[in-house]
């Protein structure tokens, strides 16, 4: 395959300016994944990182939001002649009308170079998205590694073979033609795949300013993934349509490798799963915590999201004397109406007893609830709140 120059853009931070929120960036752990698989097949990449270049940068935007890292225009300012093709994640909805912007001024300055757009966004509105942005060549559906190399392969061979690629969104004579994600497209063997390519991103600035997480600010903490997508279908989730009905899980030796190399090579204090429900498998779990303490790493962890079912006293057990510091239940509602109407399938007299047995035990727990979905009313909402 002929060499194609990539660079992959992570957007800035895109935030309402009158938000209530603690929220931050976090580094892009999808993106440098899909940068080291790109590496490992020889392609010449490189990643712009907006929010971890510049994270302090606030810049008002309109009147109604606020720009954290770097700016469009200071985007297209790094870009050089030399790249072919570049890659532009985009995670959240509320993030897609300054990526479309950023689209179109570098198609404006660059108009050879091709455009290509991929994240949870871009997957759930694949058809509006090209039909409302001429300057976007070619969407990516679900996750990108392997899509994105047959793209290229496709593109640098110059063979017309884009039809048969599954999970890619192009155009076939003014028309958006969506290559549909089919369960082959999915990749099944995750420790095949390389580690993530956080040289190719400022992740010291993430670690020495404490924003490398979600839940624990201020710390040397890495993210990291044992899993992807998620055994259930509540409907307010986009993870039926980025991962479809598949759930695949690594190797919990090989999680634990990555852990090691991340204290070696960055000196971490810590690290947090970014795995959409963690706690699934209640037997991999404790294998995992048996093998941390048998490295006594002396790294505190944390589970940003999971559920209930899988947790009892003998997982809470091997838990805290893994150092699992802290953990975020998504019981969503405390109305029985209300989580039928989510397909949220929580036992809330589960969830209670959970609840009290990792209090007892000293873990520092936090719950995710939904307030404001369709058909709620206020009495389902006061069940949650009392």
Request: charged share 25%; hydrophobic share 35%; net charge positive.
């Amino acid at each position: 395959m002929a060499s194609l120059n990539v660079l992959l853009i992570k957007p800035p931070l895109c935030l309402s300016s009158t938000r209530i929120s603690g929220a931050t960036g976090t580094p892009p752990i999808g993106m440098a994944y899909i940068a080291a698989y790109l590496q490992q097949k020889n392609i010449p990449v490189r990643i712009i990182d907006s929010f971890g270049e510049n994270p302090y940068q606030k810049t008002p935007y309109g009147e109604q939001h606020n720009i954290f890292g770097l700016t469009n225009e200071q985007i297209i300012d790094r870009i050089t002649e030399d790249v072919d093709i570049v890659g532009i994640s985009c995670m959240f909805s509320n993030e897609w009308f300054y990526v479309k912007k950023l689209i179109i001024g570098i198609k404006g300055k660059f108009p050879n170079m091709i455009t290509v757009l991929g994240g949870e966004h871009a997957t759930a509105l694949p058809k509006y998205i090209m039909e409302s942005c001429n300057a976007l060549d070619y969407l990516i559906l679900g996750e990108g590694e392997i899509k994105f190399y047959k793209l290229l392969e496709c593109l640098s061979n110059k063979r017309n073979e884009i039809e048969k690629t599954k999970g890619i969104v192009y155009r076939k004579q003014n028309q958006v033609v969506i290559n549909e994600n089919t369960p082959s497209s999915k990749i099944k063997d995750l420790d095949s795949l390389p580690f993530p390519a956080w040289n190719l991103i400022p992740i010291e600035i993430y670690l020495k300013e404490g924003l490398a997480t979600i839940s624990s600010k201020g710390e040397r903490i890495m993210p990291i993934l044992a899993s992807r997508g998620c055994p259930y279908s509540c409907k307010f989730c986009s993870n039926a349509i980025m991962w479809g009905p598949s759930y695949v899980i690594r190797g919990y030796q090989q999680v634990v490798e990555e852990i090691k190399e991340y204290k070696k090579k960055y000196n971490i204090s810590g690290f947090e799963f970014q795995d959409l429900t963690f706690i699934t498998q209640k037997s991999w779990v404790i294998n995992f915590c048996k093998q941390l303490i048998k490295e006594n790493l002396n790294l505190k962890w944390n589970i940003p999201t999971t559920r209930a079912e899988s947790i009892d006293e003998e997982l809470i057990y091997y838990l805290k004397k893994s150092d699992c510091t802290n953990l975020c239940l998504t019981p969503d509602s405390g109305s029985d109406f209300q989580l039928k109407d989510m397909d949220k399938r929580v036992n809330l007299r589960k969830m209670t007893n959970t609840v009290k047995l990792l209090l007892k035990k000293g873990i520092v727990l936090k719950v995710n609830l939904v307030i404001g979905f369709p058909n709620e009313k206020h009495r389902h909402v006061l069940k949650t709140i009392l």
